[in-house]
Nanobody, 115 residues
């Protein structure tokens, strides 16, 4: 059974940094594209950053220059280095991946940025 587990969320002051990790386990197959999504209070879930197996990335405009997504294909793990955090970055961050055409989601990790 595939499991997707995020970690690294927490409470941080504006301007601070957090590093999120997401590991997909339980499958012999490698993940294809993986990404981070977030859902702020009262808003729909949105893509924050995505990364292909080849390392091609795409970031939400509002986080460009502040967030960096990376991956370790051997571990089916992705990371999100978040710097210069702003209160508007607050939300639940979810990890997503597709394995053999099937989507998998983590349960999310809370990121709270205080002003």
């Amino acid at each position: 059974q595939v499991q997707v587990v995020e970690s690294g969320g927490g409470l941080v002051q504006a301007g601070g940094s957090l590093r999120l990790s997401c590991a997909a386990s339980g499958s012999r197959f490698s993940c294809s594209a993986m990404g981070w999504y977030r859902q702020a209070p009262g808003k729909k879930r949105e893509v924050v950053a995505e990364i292909t197996r080849g390392g091609i990335t795409d970031d939400l405009d509002s986080v460009k220059g502040r967030f960096t997504i990376s991956r370790d294909n051997s571990k089916n793990t992705i990371y999100l280095q978040m710097n210069s955090l702003k209160p508007e970055d607050t939300g639940v961050y979810y990890c997503h991946t597709d394995i053999m055409g099937r989507p998998f989601w983590g349960q999310g990790t809370q990121v709270t940025v205080s002003s």
